[in-house]
Nanobody
Framework: VQLQASGGGLVQPGGSLRLSCAASGSIFSINNMGWYRQAPGKQRELVASITSGGTKYYADSVKGRFTISRDNARNTVYLQMDRLKPEDAAVYYC????????????WGQGTLVTVSS
């Protein structure tokens, strides 16, 4: 399954963006889907994840501001980002958490989020 992240852009601090991750095939069988981000000079980090059963995880830095969701019928995972901060600026990627953890599969191009006034 190929994953393509989109929806990034330039937003002012305090603004919102909604990222989408479209899969080329069914994500129904992918248990745990995650959104990751990588800022310049920093390691890639898991921002949020959601299991097929709907269990969600959020990094402390985004808890209360970001919301992850998935639509298995549309083979899409979303990341609603509210009250954005400059430190949220990064390239955002979506990937299955198992593959990310085990170093399997590719990461794709990601989508760039810039938070600046």
């Amino acid at each position: 399954v190929q994953l393509q992240a989109s929806g990034g852009g330039l937003v002012q601090p305090g603004g919102s963006l909604r990222l989408s991750c479209a899969a080329s095939g069914s994500i129904f069988s992918i248990n745990n889907m995650g959104w990751y981000r990588q800022a310049p000079g920093k390691q890639r980090e898991l921002v949020a994840s959601i299991t097929s059963g709907g269990t969600k995880y959020y990094a402390d830095s985004v808890k209360g501001r970001f919301t992850i969701s998935r639509d298995n019928a549309r083979n899409t995972v979303y990341l609603q980002m509210d009250r954005l901060k400059p430190e949220d600026a990064a390239v955002y990627y979506c990937k299955d958490v198992f593959g990310a953890t085990m170093g399997l599969g590719s990461w794709g191009q990601g989508t760039l989020v810039t938070v600046s006034s």
